[in-house]
């Protein structure tokens, strides 16, 4: 396959549209823009950025329905002081529900490692890390329902149809591995924007997610759509494959020279290799027996985002660009309005251990060097109290925590505050936009000239948006 | 890279921009008395405590050199003028005053200055001045002022090509050559000369007949259909093909769907809580219909935008059963919606925002939404322009409640007379109900009573056989008497239908927001479109049915111009303007703008028949080139902009399913109706994300559900619309994803199954023979000798491998199957030439 991109015979955008080769964006700038004769290849190896990056992928684990962050990582002494009085400050215009007074945390807080910060008893093996992390105290969204806040997590808007953050990092970077997609999405969910969640939107369909399994099957079940034949062993399939092959080369040269055949031909010549490469990179039979103990994978409890997380590393080791993990039981996942003691329980049981498992395996592994951990939800929940028997607690947008930790982050760092109680961001605050520019920015990228021109004008992850939060960077 | 510049639609306050709301005088609305002249004693006040305060906290960003958001404030004129959108000072006015509003930080989307707040006498002097009527030494001149957006301005608008009148363009003349015929010829050969490119020489007629199939039914020609065409050599052969293909029901199955892109057609809500539309398939019959009756477009547009305000003889007679203009109206409440917005009157606007950009890009081709928080940045389009439109549709229900989760306006399909007799058999029926279980009651009580049980003791469970004959016979008589007016009553047939609202004019929403309202607007449309006066809008109307006449009239030119260039996109490949939705000055520029403009005025004169345009274009040297490449109009426009040769096009998700369930046999024609099996207002998808939908139909894919948020797999792999926006032509892309469904999904499988079938079936023995069949059904064209040969040795080869493999149950269906989903996976079978 001839590679040589002739800038003078194709437009870029028809070349990033139509190229099943996964160089991305900022590759095809400096491509196009610099001597003649480089080729795709090339440049999807080299490492071209706006500035340099310390982060070459991110995995991100969403946590669906928004866990409580003063149960977790953002403690506050004066609510538990304080429990059961009213709430001192003026409540937002716009809430979900109505809310009752202040709820201090069921679960004592202890200081964790040479950084003393304080982390919850639901996340005993996470808070062996937290030298590691960077905790975002001050993290604010806009919106208070689940739909329109995963929206504007993922991709910058709630109200707007958007390429997802997943999508922009590979448009921007490509990918490093051609046979495996840039960006997977492991177990996520349909609910509350869906595919929105991981689509591409108006930006070419290759960098859209890629879906293994759906949240309502077990992660046993995560696999790419289409990737095996129920039919045809791979012999026949590579004899079918060769007969229309030689019926489009023949076709090409009647008709050609159209990129798009070329790129159609190509295109199932990758599509062959990703059904060869995708079982491999998930074939946890490769694991040793310590390595699945550590994710978890012996206990029912574990199990299932054990194995989530276990896979978001082999991809990670084989060049995928943007891997998210989901943790959304079926029914309401961490949006626990009533019930907060027994459902947040469960939920961290299930996760502490694995999110632990990938850090330490992803450092053992130099991977977490140019590796960035993301952890978070939509939102946080409020330190005021809802439901029977004063057992939960509201979505709360106006200040909640989020994580960071590998590439580039800063760790054993709480970054920005909540109020004393947890409520509202008031230092440092990070609105959703700033985590989208800081993220980019560590990825090597300047999130105001990641831009792709669609209907009349260029657009961006932070739309007009986004400051980068330098105070975070190692 | 240049940086974001028109900042469409984004509500969140932009960091340290100051945008006040559009304010257009009209001599007839001037708003504040002339100003007083001045006394000494308050132009000293204004340039002892005014002007410093001025100079030091807000002319660097808003003075000589620098204008953020257009706005001067060094200058009077600056101030009354205003920036971008309208006035900062309002004499005598603190409410009005927008400088005051963002000095006093009170609002938490317009505070200045940016870092951070006045002392509070510092405020109380602006205040005290304004107060005072806001003596300035430039207030003598105040009479003169003119705001920064007047008439004038206007004019100059108005000579963008988009904006101006239609008129028919002269058929130029083509050098050297006899007078085309086909007036669209003459504009795209003389065009072709200009630039020195060669006109490709016509396509086969195996090609053509391919071409046009596929354009005009979304299905490949069938041997006899071929087989027909070659045989007519008669002059007009193509012009029948053409007749004959326009007059199937099969067309408005492909066509109709292309309209459903422009309308961002869907079966359920998508974006937060995504209900099912369980009524929006009566919208879509709707269009596939109007596109058969070839329904003039004009009235095709009054009707989805006020079908239901147009006179009753003009909606062919509700009576008669016909509630076509109704359902029309179910464009306005299509969109995705915020349905668990938490502020009804944010979720309200941004349902009315929606609304507005989908009418102004699917009808005009304009971007008006941009408008909503400041004036457009590009083209002449003032956020009171926006709130015009915004009061036609805040005057409009679209919605039931905007509660959450909120459910959107729906209209009962039956007349008056319908609804009464279902209300009073429902009356009747519950009247029967209530007796029914009065009866019970009283003879278990009975019964109860004859066991010798107390009275509050349960009653056994084969109770009703132990009545009296009497009372069941009673019980019985009821009971059918019920069936009986339960099935003369049946649930009435509803659709997704706007109506008349509370007519009222809106208010500016500075920078967007509610929260901060400006001045009110007369309801109506764009100045700039405007060029007859304002709507003439009764004060209990919302003005849908004026804005829908609009939109059809001499006066509006972007109608008729947005539709062909679409017309001329979907069949070539490429409109002529490229950019379909925009015609404002971030699209592109048409590259025939005399071609378009000849085109609109062959639609408006042809009755607005989108069918005889059509025809017309067809019948065109232009449309019949062949796609072969020509070596020296390679070098000069490898794209093919000029339009030198046919483009070769991919089959659009909806035509490579529909053609492989063509070719297989197993297509099912009728016509498919509801496609969800889902109680009305429930979502699709709820915490669980578990999927329901269902897709197990080999009906044409215009008939499956479109659900947002999770596409049907053959829709999203393969580029369909995003059924979110107005998407007036669609991309291509080539991911491996689609490849993997070719290779290996269950329709690619079964289609490849059901051609072997046919083969085998009808030659049983002659391998041979089924080989140019194969190729006729599936690509329109004989094989050669080679290709013949090269398809038999892979069957033969395949067959023995197949016998070794225990799932395989018949070894010579399955590798005839193998090459059948070869010939189906090609190229050639997915592209058009």
């Known amino acids: 396959m001839n590679n040589e991109i002739s800038s003078a015979v194709l437009s870029r955008r028809c070349l990033l549209r139509n190229s099943a080769v996964g160089f991305g964006y900022l590759a095809l700038q400096a491509m196009l823009s610099g001597p003649t004769g480089l080729s795709a290849a090339s440049a999807a190896s080299a490492t071209l950025s706006h500035f340099p990056a310390r982060a070459k992928r991110v995995i991100f684990l969403f946590m669906k329905g928004g866990p409580s962050h003063v149960d977790s990582f953002d403690y506050k002494p004066k609510l538990q002081q304080d429990d059961g009085k009213p709430f001192p400050f003026e409540k937002p215009r716009v809430q979900f529900a109505p809310t009752g007074n202040l709820l201090g945390s069921p679960w004592k807080f202890q200081q964790y490692g040479e950084s003393g910060v304080h982390v919850s008893e639901l996340f005993p093996h996470v808070a062996q890390h937290v030298d590691d992390i960077c905790f975002l105290n001050s993290v604010h969204g806009t919106n208070p329902s689940h739909g329109g806040a995963a929206l504007k997590l993922h991709t910058g808007s709630d109200n707007f149809i958007r390429p997802s953050m997943g999508s922009w990092v590979t448009y921007g970077l490509g990918t490093e591995n051609d046979n495996l997609p840039g960006f997977v999405t492991i177990c996520p969910t349909f609910a509350h924007g869906g595919a929105k969640n991981w689509d591409s939107a108006f930006l070419p369909a290759r960098f859209q997610g890629v879906p293994l399994g759906v949240a309502s099957q077990p992660s046993t079940k995560a696999e790419v759509k289409y990737i095996a034949n129920p039919q045809w062993n791979a012999k026949v399939q590579r004899m079918q494959l060769d007969l229309m092959q030689a019926m489009n080369q023949e076709h090409l040269a009647m008709s050609g020279p159209e990129s798009s055949l070329e790129a159609r031909i190509q295109a199932f010549e990758l599509a062959y290799q990703m059904q060869t490469e995708m079982p491999l990179a998930q074939n946890l039979a490769e694991e040793t027996p310590d390595t699945l103990e550590m994710y978890g994978l012996n206990d029912a409890m574990t199990e299932d985002f054990g194995r989530q997380c276990l896979l978001a590393r082999r991809f990670a080791e084989r060049g995928v660009r943007f891997i998210q993990v989901t943790h959304s039981d079926s029914k309401v996942q961490w949006d626990q309005h009533g019930d907060l003691k027994a459902g947040h329980t469960k939920n961290a049981a299930e996760v502490d251990k694995p999110i632990a498992a990938l850090l330490t395996d992803l450092k053992q592994r130099g991977l977490l060097e140019d590796t960035l951990v993301l952890w978070g939800g939509e939102f946080g929940r409020t330190p005021t109290c809802q439901g029977a028997g004063a057992d939960g607690r509201d979505h709360n947008p106006e200040g909640f925590t989020m994580w960071m930790a590998g590439a580039g982050v800063q760790g054993g760092l709480r970054y920005g505050a909540t109020d004393d109680y947890g409520y509202y961001a008031v230092e440092n605050k990070m609105h959703v936009h700033d985590l989208h520019a800081t993220l980019l920015h560590l990825l090597g990228m300047n999130h105001e000239q990641l831009t792709y021109k669609h209907a009349g004008r260029d657009f961006r992850l932070t739309d007009v948006h986004g400051q980068v939060h330098h105070q975070i960077l190692a | ?833």
């Not at chain 2, 989108?610 to 080139?625: A, G, N, R, V």
């Open chain 2, 1 to 833: 890279m240049s940086t974001p510049r028109c900042y469409r639609r984004s509500l969140c306050w932009i960091a340290l921009l100051w945008i006040l709301p559009t304010l257009r005088l009209s001599p007839c609305e001037s708003r504040a008395a002339e100003p007083p002249a001045p006394s000494s004693d308050d132009l000293k006040f204004f340039e002892a405590k005014i002007r410093p305060l001025l100079v030091s906290k807000c002319i660097d960003c808003h003075g000589e050199d620098t204008q953020e958001s257009a706005l001067r404030l060094d200058t009077y004129a600056g101030m009354l003028g205003g920036g971008t959108s309208g006035p900062a000072i309002v004499p005598g006015s603190l409410d009005e005053s927008l400088l005051l509003t963002a000095v006093s930080f009170k609002h938490e989307l317009l505070q200045m200055p940016p870092d951070g707040k006045l002392a509070d006498d510092e405020i109380q002097l602006l205040r005290q001045w304004v107060e005072k009527g806001a003596p300035h030494p430039e207030s003598g001149d105040a009479g003169s002022i003119t705001p920064r957006r007047g008439a004038i301005d206007l004019e100059e608008a108005r000579k963008y090509w988009a904006f101006q009148p239609i008129v028919r363009p002269e058929v130029p003349e083509v050098e050297g050559q006899p007078a085309k015929p086909n007036p669209i010829d003459a504009f795209t050969f003389s065009h072709l000369q200009k630039q020195g490119l060669t006109p490709s020489a016509a396509a086969d007629k195996r090609t053509l007949l391919r071409r046009a199939t596929l354009d005009l039914i979304g299905l490949p020609p069938t041997p006899e259909e071929i087989a027909a065409f070659l045989a007519d050599e008669t002059p007009s052969a193509f012009e029948h093909v053409i007749d004959r293909l326009l007059s199937s029901r099969r067309y408005g199955e492909r066509w109709g769907r292309h309209w459903l892109d422009v309308v961002r057609y869907a079966d359920s809500n998508g974006l937060d809580e995504n209900q099912g539309f369980v009524d929006a398939w009566r919208y879509r019959n709707y269009v596939i219909d109007a596109m058969n009756a070839d329904k003039p477009y004009d009235r095709f547009l009054q009707e989805q935008v006020a079908g239901d305000l147009l006179e009753k003889d003009e909606r062919h007679g509700e009576a008669s059963g016909d509630y076509s203009a109704v359902i029309a109206t179910g464009f306005l409440t299509l969109g995705p919606k915020v349905l668990a917005e938490k502020d009804p009157v944010k979720m309200e606007m941004d349902i009315i925002d929606e609304q507005i950009d989908t009418f102004s890009q699917a009808f005009l081709g304009m971007t008006i939404a941009c408008a909503r928080c400041h004036d457009h940045k590009f083209d002449p389009i003032y956020t009171a322009d926006y709130y015009a439109l915004a009061g036609i549709f805040k005057s409009t229900k679209s919605m039931q409640n905007y509660t959450v989760i909120a459910k959107y306006n729906e209209r009962t399909l039956a007349t008056d007379e319908e609804i009464k007799r279902k209300t009073e058999l429902d009356a009747q029926r519950k009247a029967k109900e209530t007796e029914l279980a009065a009866q019970v009651k009283a003879a278990n009580a009975a019964l109860l009573k004859e066991i010798g049980a107390a009275a509050d003791s349960a009653v056994p469970a084969d109770a009703e056989q132990k009545y009296p004959e009497e009372t069941k016979t009673q019980l019985a008589k009821l009971r059918k008497e019920i069936a009986q007016l339960t099935a003369d009553a049946p649930e009435l047939p509803t659709a997704m239908a706007v109506e008349e609202g509370t007519a009222a004019d809106t208010q500016i929403h500075v920078r967007g927001s509610h929260l901060m309202l400006g001045r009110s607007v007369e309801r109506g449309v764009p100045a700039v479109m405007n060029r007859s006066g304002a709507l003439k809008i009764g004060e209990s109307e919302s003005g849908r049915l004026q804005l829908a006449r609009w939109l059809t009239s001499e006066e509006n030119p972007l109608t008729a111009r947005v539709a062909v260039n679409r017309i001329w996109g979907w069949h070539f490949g490429e409109a002529l303007a490229p950019t379909t939705d925009n015609f404002g000055r971030l699209g592109e520029a048409p590259t025939q703008p005399e071609l378009l403009d000849w085109l609109a005025v062959e639609l408006r004169e042809n009755g607005w028949s989108i069918k005889k345009l059509q025809k017309q274009i067809m019948l065109s040297e232009t449309y019949q080139f062949s796609s072969q490449a020509i070596a020296e109009n390679e070098q000069l426009d490898p794209e093919n902009k000029a339009h030198w040769r046919a483009n070769v096009q991919r089959l659009d998700a909806e035509s490579l399913r529909d053609s492989l369930l063509a070719v297989s046999g197993l297509l099912d024609t009728s016509r498919g109706e509801s496609v969800l099996d889902l109680p009305k207002w429930k979502l699709v998808f709820d915490h669980t994300s578990k999927d329901a939908t269902t897709y197990d139909t080999f009906r044409r894919s215009i008939y499956l559900p479109v659900i947002r948020n999770n596409m049907y797999d053959g829709f999203s792999l393969f580029d369909f619309a995003t059924a979110d926006v107005t998407t007036g032509s669609r991309g291509t892309s080539t991911v491996a994803p689609q490849a993997l469904y070719a290779m290996n999904s269950e329709l690619f499988l079964s289609a490849s199954e059901g051609l072997a079938k046919r083969l085998i079936e009808e030659f049983p023995s002659d391998a041979e023979a089924r080989v140019p069949r194969l190729y006729e059904i599936a690509l329109g064209r004989l094989p050669q000798p080679h290709e013949v040969e090269r398809l038999l040795k892979y069957a033969s080869q395949l067959e023995p491998l197949l016998q070794t493999d225990a799932k395989i149950e018949d070894p010579h269906l399955a590798a005839w199957s193998a090459v059948c989903q070869s010939v189906l996976a090609s190229n050639e079978f997915s592209y058009v030439e």
